[in-house]
């Protein structure tokens, strides 16, 4: 079973509020990633990270950023939520070697009033 | 930019059927296929995909790679109303910088009526 996880799992904030989704694993790996998912839509690549000290952005751009201090925690923060930032937010990772498989945290399903 | 296409985008079959669900990409720097399974939650690991031609198989699901084509199938036979979820196709890629990333298609729903 997969170490990986998310917190908190629900969270409902006001409009302005900062916000930081926590992301941990326990596996070891290098590749840490956040995705974004809307009901019944595709997973949209929001950032992901090679390693310590190493953030990229990806294919869907976003208002939040994410830092890699520790290789077992990538944090999302959003410094004023908006309406427009409700959605559920998946964190990954994945082993160094070659591109594998994905192994997913619970998800945070976050809403914006 | 790059792209991975599903189709079906949904699907109902009846118990017992069989299905194929495709996967189509246009990636720079392929590295991989990958399978999942999503039902409410975080999505499943089903199948890797690296070599063009060399069937993975699971129980009832099996996929396979064309690299040439740029495509993949998902076969489910003899479905069962378990196997209702959200199928998702990506592809492993490495980006510009050279750092290695997953890119999603847009899913296929699958609804197994009894």
């Known amino acids: 079973e997969a170490d990986i996880y998310q917190t908190p799992r629900y969270l409902v904030i006001g409009t302005g509020k900062k916000i930081t989704l926590e992301c941990s694993q326990t596996?070891?790996?290098?590749?840490m990633y956040w995705y974004q998912q809307d009901p019944g839509m595709e997973l949209h690549l929001i950032h992901y990270?090679?390693?310590?000290?190493?953030?990229e952005k990806g294919d869907l751009s976003s208002e939040s950023t994410v830092s890699r201090i520790r290789t077992e925690h990538f944090p999302l923060t959003l410094e004023s939520a908006r309406p427009s930032h409700t959605s559920q937010y998946l964190c990954?990772?994945?082993?160094?070697?070659?591109?594998?498989?994905?192994?997913f945290g619970e998800g945070s399903r976050l809403t914006v009033l | 930019e790059d792209k991975v296409v599903q189709s079906p985008l949904s699907l109902v079959v009846h118990e017992g059927d069989t299905v194929t669900l495709n996967c189509s990409y246009e990636?720079?720097?392929?590295?991989?296929l990958l399978w999942y399974k999503q039902e409410k939650k975080a999505p499943t690991f089903l199948f890797m995909l690296?070599?063009?031609?060399i069937e993975k198989k699971s129980g009832r699901l099996s996929s396979i790679l064309d690299k040439k084509e740029l495509f993949s199938i998902l076969n489910i036979t003899a479905t069962q109303t378990g196997d209702s979820a959200v199928y998702l196709c990506?592809?492993?890629?490495?980006?510009?910088?050279?750092?290695?990333?997953?890119?999603f298609g847009t899913g296929t729903k699958l609804q197994v009526i009894p």
């Open positions: 596996m070891g790996h290098d590749k």
């Open positions: 690296t070599s063009s031609g």
């Open positions: 990636v720079t720097n392929f590295r991989s």
């Open positions: 990506a592809v492993g890629l490495s980006d510009s910088g050279g750092y290695q990333k997953v890119t």
């Open positions: 990954a990772s994945s082993e160094y070697a070659g591109v594998g498989e994905l192994f």
């Open positions: 990270s090679y390693g310590v000290n190493s953030t």
